[in-house]
């Protein structure tokens, strides 16, 4: 049972345009909400977090968008720069002070020159 | 302080064998993880200890697995009689408690089970 789910295994996007990362979820006790990036052979590394109460969040190049009532958010990157290269991960959790994290199977993002 | 802290970063074993790893976390922090992630999948949690307590484990820890936090500093989890679907990479990550963002991840142990 998914209950975290990124349709896109990977996004290719040209430099300097805008990134757009997609989520979905299906568990409505959710309500906490978080984007983490992965480069090879490191961990996980925090970026950028939205609460329920909020539909969207920004936070420099980086802004998440949270559509409740679709049960789905999105992380947009403005401009893609080639740093951003890496697997993007949301993860969902039940309350703030989250004991417990769902991930979503991740989408590989490629920012080309 | 210099982050999460993994070791050994790689350990390939073969079937029917022990392993443990070790996570040190973030000194101040009194919550630790530890996850999950084969390939292709994000990490998929299996418990997490408060202090010394492990206050909550996933139904993916089989009664091979087990985890401890002795002085609810640094945690071990090991896995006995290993099998082939036990290859993952494991992640061991901490936070503060009642924190508004995400916990800090180490790099990771890659366990390959030959």
């Known amino acids: 049972d998914q209950q975290v789910k990124q349709n896109s295994p990977s996004l290719s996007v040209q430099e300097g345009r805008i990134s757009i990362l997609n989520c979905d979820y299906t568990?409505?006790?959710?309500?906490?909400f978080l984007w983490y990036k992965k480069y090879p052979a490191e961990g996980p590394t925090f970026l950028i977090s939205?609460?329920?109460?909020?539909d969207k969040n920004e936070d420099g190049r980086f802004t998440v968008f949270l559509n409740k009532s679709a049960k789905h958010l999105s992380l947009h990157i403005v401009p893609s720069q080639p740093g951003d290269s890496a697997v993007y991960f949301c993860?969902?959790?039940?309350?703030?002070?989250?004991?417990?994290?769902?991930f979503g199977q991740g989408t590989r993002l490629t920012i080309n020159p | 302080d210099t982050g999460v802290s993994q070791d050994p970063r790689h350990k390939i074993t073969k079937r029917g064998q022990n392993v443990t790893f070790r996570c040190d976390p973030i000194?101040?922090?009194?919550?630790l993880y530890w996850y999950r992630q084969t390939l292709g999948q994000g990490p998929e949690f299996l418990t997490y200890?408060?202090?010394?307590?492990?206050?909550?484990k996933s139904r993916l820890l089989s009664d091979r697995f087990s985890a401890e936090r002795p002085k609810g500093s640094f945690s071990t989890l090991e896995i006995q009689r290993t099998e082939q679907g036990d290859s993952a990479m494991y992640l061991c990550?901490?936070?503060?408690?009642?924190?508004?963002?995400?916990?800090?991840f180490g790099s990771g142990t890659r366990l390959t089970v030959v």
């Open positions: 568990n409505s006790m959710f309500d906490y």
């Open positions: 993860a969902a959790s039940v309350g703030q002070g989250a004991q417990k994290l769902v």
């Open positions: 990550a901490s936070s503060l408690s009642g924190v508004s963002y995400g916990y800090t």
């Open positions: 000194s101040e922090h009194n919550r």
């Open positions: 200890f408060q202090n010394e307590a492990q206050l909550e």
């Open positions: 939205i609460s329920s109460i909020k």
